[in-house]
């Protein structure tokens, strides 16, 4: 989806889900920010987990209205986080002119603090890598989710947990950090470890044969959730999986 106008062009595309990002290009004047504005309206309206503002296209002079940033968080419990800030926007984020709006070095960092940002509803276990683990992480998990509410995922996210910190155990052979988040319509869980090499491994393809193990737990990890991904910084990488809360009703065929 686009939004044009005369100073600003807003793209918006889903990067995962409940989770929208916005890149901005042009200059951000006074008839700018009514375009940024009608772009991040359109962005929360569909009430996503949170939005993230790429700004690398955009350029900020010193007279730039920045508080339209500010305006468009405190009206939505949506996260609103900025990637690659110019001068202008730093030196906002340091006087607080842009509120509870966070900014972060790019859209992978922006990204990673939307999976980990302070919530109501976040747990976090840190486990060795022994092959304990797997079974202390789907306990930890398992618990959660009846304490939430969400005791229907209990297995499905039990064998994604179980993939992702066995995955860990099996050959990346570093600490790790499992992080469990019910954000909307989404629960997220995220593996971090300490290694930043390394690929998500691909899609599972057809279901495995039923005397086969493996590739059951990928298999699993694809059936189960909506959306997974892996998020690389110098100290390590975070793999993550969204699971939805509710499956999507659709209406029967007519």
Same mark, same amino acid.
């Given at each position: 989806?686009? $939004?044009?106008? /005369?100073? %600003?062009?807003?793209?918006?595309?889903?990067?995962?889900?409940?989770?929208?990002?916005?890149?901005?290009?042009?200059?951000?004047?006074?008839?700018?920010?009514?375009? $940024?504005? @009608?772009?991040? /309206? &359109?962005?929360?309206?569909?009430?996503?987990?949170?939005?993230?503002?790429?700004?690398?296209?955009?350029?900020?002079?010193?007279?730039?209205?920045?508080? %339209?940033? +500010?305006?468009?968080? %405190?009206?939505? &419990?949506?996260?609103?986080? !900025?990637?690659?800030?110019?001068?202008?926007? @730093?030196?906002?984020? &340091?006087?607080?002119?842009?509120?509870?709006?966070?900014? #972060?070095?790019?859209?992978?960092?922006?990204?990673?603090?939307?999976?980990?940002?302070?919530? /109501?509803?976040?747990? +976090?276990?840190?486990?060795?890598?022994?092959?304990?683990?797997?079974?202390?992480?789907? +306990?930890?998990?398992?618990?959660?989710?009846?304490?939430?509410? $969400?005791?229907h995922l209990v297995e499905s996210i039990g064998a994604?947990?179980?993939?992702?910190?066995?995955?860990?155990?099996? #050959? $990346?052979?570093?600490?790790?950090?499992?992080?469990?988040?019910?954000?909307?319509?989404?629960?997220? !869980?995220?593996? @971090?470890?300490?290694?930043?090499?390394?690929?998500?491994?691909?899609?599972?393809?057809?279901?495995?044969?039923?005397?086969?193990l493996s590739s059951r737990g990928l298999y699993l %990890?694809?059936?189960?959730?909506?959306?997974?991904?892996?998020?690389?910084?110098?100290?390590?990488?975070?793999?993550? /999986?969204?699971?939805?809360?509710?499956?999507?009703?659709?209406?029967?065929? +007519?």
């Amino acid at each position: 989806m686009e $939004v044009r106008g /005369a100073d %600003v062009i807003a793209t918006m595309s889903d990067i995962g889900p409940a989770v929208v990002v916005v890149a901005l290009r042009g200059t951000l004047t006074l008839r700018g920010s009514a375009e $940024v504005r @009608r772009a991040l /309206a &359109k962005c929360l309206a569909d009430d996503p987990a949170a939005v993230i503002v790429d700004l690398s296209g955009l350029a900020t002079p010193s007279n730039t209205p920045l508080a %339209v940033f +500010q305006a468009a968080a %405190v009206r939505t &419990k949506t996260i609103l986080a !900025l990637a690659y800030p110019t001068a202008e926007i @730093r030196s906002a984020a &340091k006087t607080r002119l842009l509120g509870a709006v966070t900014v #972060h070095e790019s859209v992978d960092q922006a990204y990673t603090y939307v999976l980990t940002a302070p919530t /109501a509803r976040r747990s +976090q276990l840190m486990l060795p890598p022994l092959p304990a683990a797997v079974r202390a992480a789907r +306990q930890f998990t398992a618990e959660t989710c009846l304490r939430w509410g $969400v005791g229907h995922l209990v297995e499905s996210i039990g064998a994604v947990v179980s993939e992702l910190t066995g995955n860990v155990v099996r #050959h $990346v052979r570093t600490s790790m950090v499992v992080t469990i988040a019910l954000r909307g319509d989404y629960l997220f !869980l995220s593996v @971090r470890d300490e290694r930043p090499d390394g690929d998500l491994p691909p899609r599972a393809g057809p279901p495995p044969e039923p005397d086969s193990l493996s590739s059951r737990g990928l298999y699993l %990890v694809d059936l189960y959730t909506s959306a997974r991904g892996v998020i690389r910084q110098p100290e390590g990488k975070c793999v993550w /999986a969204a699971l939805r809360v509710a499956p999507i009703c659709r209406k029967p065929a +007519q």
